[in-house]
Nanobody, 122 residues
């Protein structure tokens, strides 16, 4: 069983930065893919960034390219999302997720954290 716990959310002004963390426990070594997803009120959940943990290949949504960076510290079993130049439209609940299959940008993720709120004011 994989457990994921997010932290680092908060309220910032537009243009500010936040770094989200996702601490994993359990069989996280079997997770080939990890990712960050977000859901704003009244909107569908969307993928923000994914990383293939074996090779480090990352994918970012077009809306966050150039502003967000996903990374993972394997020794600490922790996933990060560095968010810079935040915009009000980035306001959402951010979720960390993991799965064992190796196709990181397609298919469902099996394990989810509880989420951390990010609010960006203009």
């Amino acid at each position: 069983q994989v457990q994921l716990v997010e932290s680092g959310g908060g309220s910032v002004e537009a243009g500010g930065s936040l770094r989200l963390s996702c601490a994993g426990s359990g069989y996280t070594y079997s997770s080939n893919c990890m990712g960050w997803f977000r859901q704003a009120p009244g909107k569908e959940r969307e993928g923000v960034a994914t990383i293939y943990t074996r090779g480090g290949t990352t994918n970012l949504a077009d809306s966050v390219k150039g502003r967000f960076t996903i990374s993972r510290d394997n020794a600490k079993n922790t996933l990060y999302l560095q968010m810079n130049s935040l915009k009000p439209e980035d306001t959402a609940m951010y979720y960390c997720a993991a799965k064992t299959t190796k196709y990181c940008t397609v298919g469902a993720y099996a394990y989810w954290g509880q989420g951390t709120q990010v609010t960006v004011s203009s």
